[in-house]
């Protein structure tokens, strides 16, 4: 496991294409791993009211997919090789949006250094309806 996020993103104009792919048994050296599913999911990003994780350059979300909501939080990126981003990232699973009920982890830490015990707030939220296949290689 790696508090590291290597991360590379694409855009598909076309839905059709983007269907394609998502339902294709390979993609260059990727081979499909399992159905494709669909997840609702909520992001609720927070900071404090002064900023303090924005003007470090992280980001801090909380997700929610059925009942279980995971603490996310996100470092400054970097361009890397073949035009890849990676950034720390840190994950935990939590009870719920108040900090002081969080089971401690690398990423509760992280979270109360920067706010510093100041109290968080929502700065926005984003509901998504999202489609995903698992593929695998034999070096991933």
Do not use: C, N
């Amino acid at each position: 496991m790696t508090d590291r996020e290597i991360e590379l993103k694409y855009r598909v104009a076309d839905p059709a294409v983007a269907d394609a792919l998502l339902r294709a048994a390979a993609i260059g050296r990727f081979e499909a791993a399992g159905e494709v599913e669909a997840t609702e999911l909520l992001d609720r990003f927070l900071d404090t009211g002064d900023g303090a994780f924005r003007a470090r350059r992280h980001a801090l979300r909380l997700r929610t997919v059925r009942d279980r909501t995971t603490l996310t939080i996100k470092g400054p990126s970097e361009r890397v090789a073949g035009g890849a981003v990676s950034r720390l990232e840190l994950e935990a699973i939590v009870g719920g949006d108040d900090p002081r009920g969080w089971p401690p982890s690398p990423a509760h830490e992280l979270v109360d250094a920067i706010a510093g015990g100041r109290p968080l707030r929502e700065i926005g939220r984003i509901a998504q309806h999202r489609r995903s296949r698992l593929v695998r290689s034999e070096e991933t």
